[in-house]
Structures are given as C-alpha cells and as structure tokens.
C-alpha cells in the first residue's frame, strides 16, 4: 500500500519529509510500540517497507528506526512535536507524520486495510 | 585497522543517547559492508550505548573495523558494575529507572538483543566498572 494512503487512513499529517517520493513508496507491514528494545529485536524479521507507529515522540524513536533501516514513522495521539524533533529527522533523513489516532486504533485501521503485522519467532 | 574511532559517553545524557550509534552506523556505510551486517552492529552498538548512559556511571565506547572487515566495540564504564550477569542478561530483567522507562528504554531486552545479534560477545562487571566487548563478522 502507497504511503499516501496509509497517512489517509491514519487520518496522518506530514511533520517532516525528506523525500517526496516516498509517499509513493509501498509498505505492507507495520510494528507498533512505545519500547525500543522491542523494536530493536525485530532485526530477524527486517523489512524494508515497514511503518514505525510509536507513541514515542523523541529523537531516540528515530535513532532506534534508524537502526532498522525503516523510514516511515507516524506518532499517534497527535503528540507535541517540537523543533528539536524536526532537527533531528531532518539530520537522519526521516520522514515523520502524526496521527490523532490511539495505537490502538491506528494499528486496526491499517489491519482492516491489509496491513500485516511481523511475526516474530 | 581501517578505521578506529572512540567516543565518550555521559551518565543520563539522555538528549545524545544514541548518537554514537548514529556515528557508528554512518561510517560503516562507507566502508563496503553489508547492510544486514551493519544492522546487526548498529542495533548491538544502540543497545549497549544506552545501557552506558541509563545504568553506569559513563564511559568510552572503542570502534574498531579490522582490515578484513571484521567490526569490534568495546564499552568500558566505570561503575556501579553488574552484580549477577546471568540475571542482567535473562529478557525482561531490567532495574532501569522511571525516568529511563520514559524515554522508552528499560525494556530488559538489551543485553539479549546484543548477545543475539553479535558474532562474539564477552562480559565482565565489578563495582569498577562493566566491560562489553562485541564482535562482527560478514555471514
Ligand atoms: N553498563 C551497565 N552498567 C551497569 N548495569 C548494567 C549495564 N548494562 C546493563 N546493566 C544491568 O543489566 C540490566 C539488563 O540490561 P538490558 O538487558 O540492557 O535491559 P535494560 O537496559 O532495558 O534494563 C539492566 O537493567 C542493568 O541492571
Ligand atoms: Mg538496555
């Protein structure tokens, strides 16, 4: 699914993107989470067109999708973002929306969509 | 050695943590190694560098890329050290602080995260200090 329509169905607004193009891009999987190490155990399960939800709204959620090579992260709840947040996409070429959507609520809309979830083991 | 590089890590900074890591991660994209190899030391080297600013007094964490291409890191702190390992490295085990969990750390998933993803890993600990050394090779 283009990123486009996964920030309509999140209801998302753009923050910040470095690129464009990557609103065209496909995804098919998201993983949501507010624990980074949770995120950083996903190496054995890597993928390339996954969304990055978190409702943590900090530089370190960028360094920890950094680290997994995602670069689609939506912020749910409509958090604060402020410019210290910008700098820091801006300086890792990130691409970050937020949403007015729960976690909860997010990650149904995109499963009702066809979205899938990793598995993990 | 290709590449050496080391860097200074402060107790609580919590607005750099994961710069190095950051660093690190950028310059191995230079060198020609693989990006699953260089994600497997980018998560380690994460991990490792916020354990250092959320559990130990600060330290120095030592990059190093051989001339085969083989990547080590070594973090050495100064203290409080790690009481019983074999705990510290079970999943979920974690004595971060609230302040920590805020920020999203504390998970207890750390330390097997890095075991899991390194190629070599040793661990050493007294109240002087922990020392973590991790190692990648290309698979
Ligand atoms: N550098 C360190 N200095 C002191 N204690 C540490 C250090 N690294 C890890 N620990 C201890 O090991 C535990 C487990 O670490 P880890 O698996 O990374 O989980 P977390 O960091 O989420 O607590 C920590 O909660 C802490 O008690
Ligand atoms: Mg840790």
Redesign the pocket.
Same mark, same amino acid.
Request: net charge negative.
């Given at each position: 699914m283009k990123a486009r329509k996964i920030l309509e169905i999140l209801d998302a607004k753009q923050v910040f993107v470095q690129d464009e193009d990557m609103l065209d891009k496909d995804y098919e999987y998201c993983f949501a989470t507010d624990l980074m190490?949770d995120a950083l155990a996903l190496i054995k399960n890597h993928n390339e067109s996954l969304v990055f939800i978190t409702g943590l709204c900090n530089p370190q959620a960028f360094r920890t999708a950094m680290m997994l090579d995602v670069d689609f992260v939506v912020f749910v709840r409509d958090k604060h973002t402020d410019e210290t947040l910008i700098e820091a996409a801006k300086d890792l070429g990130f691409n970050f929306f937020k949403s007015p959507k729960t976690m909860f609520d997010a990650c149904v809309c995109l499963g009702n969509e066809g979205i899938k979830g990793l598995d993990i083991n | 050695m290709i590449l050496t590089k080391e860097y200074n890590v402060k107790k609580n900074d919590f607005v750099n943590a994961g710069k190095v890591s950051v660093e690190v991660k950028r310059l191995l994209k230079e060198t020609g190694i693989s990006p699953s190899t260089i994600r497997r030391i980018g998560i380690a080297c994460y @991990? &490792?560098e916020? *354990?250092?600013i959320?559990?130990?007094l600060g =330290?120095d964490i030592t990059f190093n890329v051989e001339d085969d291409g083989k990547v080590t890191l070594s973090?050495d702190?100064v =203290? !409080? /050290?790690?009481p019983d390992i074999e705990r &510290? %490295?079970v @999943?979920g085990?974690?004595? &971060?602080s609230m302040e &920590?969990k805020e920020m999203g750390? /504390?998970? /207890?998933? /750390? %330390? !097997? *995260?890095?075991k899991r993803v390194s190629d070599e890993f040793s661990i050493s600990?007294s109240s002087e =200090?922990?020392h %973590?050394l991790i190692g990648f090779v290309e698979q």
């Open positions: 190490s | @991990e &490792a916020i *354990n250092m959320i559990h130990s =330290g973090f702190d =203290g !409080p /050290g790690i &510290a %490295l @999943e085990f974690s004595t &971060a &920590a750390f /504390g998970a /207890g998933m /750390g %330390l !097997p *995260n890095i600990s =200090g922990t %973590l």
